[in-house]
């Protein structure tokens, strides 16, 4: 009795008082991304020197009590600095993901309710825009029209939303074609409800899953845009650009290369952690 209890106990997080359960490996995904949502949010207020301020006489300083994670190319702090960097980071890679997802699912639901020639259209374009590739389509959009903070969220939502699209899309031409949509289209129910009501409560599950995994892909690409020269410009900076200052440390395992790299590892290990752990009752959301 003892033993069930306790891995009953276990077995429940934080969420369940919300009707979740995450196991501890979700869990630990989970705190890592609230960890760096919080810094990016309050990354200002907790940064130890101002992130253009020289404070150290020698460069690729190792870690010390004054310097955490050393300094960098120039002897500035680098836990200021990735601290600071999370900002963009996060924030572009979340600011793009939610344009993107927000816009796939909505014209995935639409053309998979409304069906015929605007289905097809839509259908046409999207996959010969998702034929360019993601790498190549970002270098030659930022390096046409200048890397800016705005440009950046739009070409990253616009890479993805073709996948997000033909993902919403196959989820929603299965529900479509189920017997309580025809009951609804029998009672004439109008096509926003079919989506607003039928639809998407039916595919929220894989369309998180789907999010959480395209917030990955945008945080490669954008961090190996800001590797190229091609994504946040100075003075900002995010974990890419991080790494392609410091590279030069490299043979000599600064403390400055390493840890912006980390930084990317930690965030995107974490979300995959966190997807293949949701809970239950997210995954079997979707009508099976």
């Known amino acids: 009795m003892t033993m069930s209890s306790t891995e009953t106990t276990s077995g429940r997080l934080s969420g369940a008082s919300f009707g979740y359960r995450f196991n501890i490996v979700g869990a630990i995904g989970l705190a890592v991304i609230l960890s760096w949502a919080l810094v990016a949010i309050f990354a200002p207020l907790i940064i130890p020197y101002p992130v253009g301020e020289i404070v150290d006489l020698d460069y690729f300083g190792p ?23 999370a900002r963009y980071t996060v924030g572009i890679s979340l600011a793009a ?68 699209y033909r993902f ?11 017997d309580f949509i025809t009951v609804a289209r029998i009672r004439g129910e ?32 954008l961090s190996g845009l800001s590797f190229l020269g091609l994504g946040v410009q100075p003075p900002y900076a995010d974990w890419g650009a991080l790494v392609r200052e410091n ?12 840890f912006p790299s980390l930084a990317i590892a930690s965030l995107t290990i974490s979300v995959n952690l966190l997807i293949d752990n949701l809970p239950q009752k997210i995954r079997d959301r979707s009508v099976s």
């Open 247 to 258: 590279i030069g440390g490299l043979p000599f395992g600064a403390p400055a290369v390493m």
């Open 190 to 221: 109008s096509t926003l409800y079919l989506i607003r009501s039928e639809i998407l409560p039916n595919i929220v599950g894989p369309v998180l899953a789907d999010l959480g995994i395209r917030f990955v892909f945008i945080v490669l690409l």
């Open 63 to 85: 870690m010390s009590r004054e310097l955490w994670l050393g300094s960098d190319y120039l002897g500035r702090d680098m836990l200021s600095r990735i601290l600071m960097g």
């Open 168 to 178: 919403a899309r196959a989820l929603a031409v299965n529900i479509n074609a189920m």
């Open 97 to 164: 993901v939610t344009i993107a997802c927000f816009s796939g699912v909505v014209l995935g639901m639409i053309a998979a309710v409304a069906g015929g020639w605007l289905d097809t259209i839509l259908s046409r374009f999207l996959d010969a825009l998702n034929s360019i590739p993601s790498k190549l389509f970002g270098l030659v959009v930022v390096a046409a029209v200048g890397s800016s903070i705005p440009v950046l969220v739009l070409t990253l939502s616009v890479i993805y939303i073709p996948g997000a």
